[in-house]
C-alpha cells in the first residue's frame, strides 16, 4: 500500500477537524468580509515558511493558457467561499446541509465528463472507481436527506452554486499540479485570493474576538495541511480515488460532532459510514494498491 493512502485518509481526519472548526467561526457571526480576508491571510502566514523550502513552479506554469486556467480558479475559489458562506448564514442549516454535502458527486461528475473531452483526464476515466465514487457520494447526501429539507430557497441556491464552484476548481487544478509542488500552487493560489479580496475590502474590516482569532488561526493551518494532502493524492491516486476516500471524512465528522458538539448520530448516519467505509476498501483493493 503506498504512502498516499494512508496520507489520504489522515487528509479525510482533518478535514472532519476542520468542519467543526468552520462551523463555530461561523457561529461566532463573523462577516463575510473579515471571514475571507483573514483565514486566506491565515493560509498564506502558514504556509510561507514551506514555500520557502518546497518552492517549485516548472516553466510552462507561465504558458498562457495555463496563467488563464490558474486566475479562473482564483475567481471561481472567491466566488466559491461567497456562496458557500452565504448558504450557512441562515439560523436552520438542515436545508441546505444535503446540498453542500454533493460537492464531492460534482467532482466525480466533472471529471468524469472532462476525461472525454481533456487530456489531463484521461487515467480518471476508471469505471470501477467511478461507479464507487458514486456511490459513497449519493450516499453522503441520502443520510442528510428529509423529505421536508427538499424546500429551495435563497440559501439552498447558494449552496448548490458554492457547492459546484468548490468541485469546478479543484477538477481544474488537477492540471496544473503537473507544473506546482502542491504547498507552492496552494500559497500561490491563496495569495492572489488574499490580494484580491484585501483590494476589495480592506476598508470595511473589522476586528474579531480573540477565540475567534485563534479558530481562525488553527483553520488556516489545517486547510493548508488538508489542501497539501488532497493535491499529492490528486497527483498520485487521481481525483476520483482520492475523493472516494476524502467522502469519509464524513464518518470522523459525525464521531466528532458527537464527541465535541454533542450531536446525535441517527442510524441513517450509521448505515451511511458503513457503506462509505466498506466502498473506499472496495476502490482500495480494485485499485490493487
Not at 72 to 77: K, N, Q, R, W
Not at 235 to 260: C, D, E, H, K
Not at 268 to 285: D, F, G, T, Y
Request: one cysteine or more; glycine letters at 2%.
Amino acid at each position: 500500500m503506498p504512502l498516499a493512502i494512508p496520507i489520504a485518509f489522515l487528509g479525510a481526519v482533518l478535514e472532519a477537524a476542520l468542519s467543526i472548526i468552520d462551523k463555530k467561526i461561523i457561529n461566532s457571526k463573523i462577516n463575510f468580509r473579515n471571514y475571507v480576508v483573514y483565514i486566506f491571510l491565515s493560509i498564506v502566514l502558514f504556509a510561507l515558511p514551506f514555500v520557502f523550502f518546497f518552492w517549485n513552479v516548472e516553466p510552462e506554469a507561465l504558458q498562457l493558457k495555463n496563467l488563464v486556467i490558474f486566475m479562473a480558479i482564483v475567481i471561481i475559489s472567491i466566488f466559491a467561499n461567497f456562496f458557500v458562506f452565504f448558504s450557512v448564514t441562515k439560523e436552520d442549516l438542515l436545508e441546505i446541509q444535503p446540498i453542500r454535502l454533493a460537492t464531492p458527486l460534482f467532482i466525480i461528475l466533472l471529471v468524469f465528463i472532462f476525461s472525454f473531452f481533456f487530456n489531463a483526464y484521461e487515467n480518471e476515466r476508471n469505471y470501477s472507481i467511478i461507479i464507487l465514487s458514486l456511490i459513497v457520494s449519493i450516499t453522503l447526501v441520502a443520510a442528510h436527506t428529509k423529505r421536508h429539507h427538499l424546500y429551495f430557497n435563497k440559501y439552498a441556491v447558494s449552496a448548490i452554486i458554492g457547492s459546484f464552484l468548490v468541485a469546478l476548481e479543484l477538477v481544474l487544478s488537477k492540471p496544473l499540479l503537473n507544473y506546482y509542488n502542491p504547498i507552492t500552487f496552494y500559497f500561490i493560489r491563496s495569495l492572489w485570493i488574499l490580494v484580491i479580496t484585501w483590494a476589495v475590502f480592506h476598508r470595511r474590516l473589522t476586528s474579531v474576538k480573540e477565540k475567534t482569532r485563534f479558530l481562525i488561526l488553527l483553520l488556516g493551518i489545517m486547510a493548508v495541511s488538508i489542501r497539501v494532502i488532497l493535491y499529492y493524492g490528486y497527483q498520485t491516486l487521481g481525483i476520483a480515488f482520492t475523493t472516494t476516500i476524502f467522502v469519509s471524512s464524513a464518518v470522523f465528522i459525525y464521531i466528532f460532532a458527537w464527541i465535541y458538539l454533542k450531536e446525535k448520530i441517527t442510524l441513517r448516519q450509521i448505515v451511511s459510514s458503513v457503506i462509505i467505509l466498506i466502498c473506499v476498501i472496495a476502490a482500495i483493493v480494485v485499485e490493487g494498491r
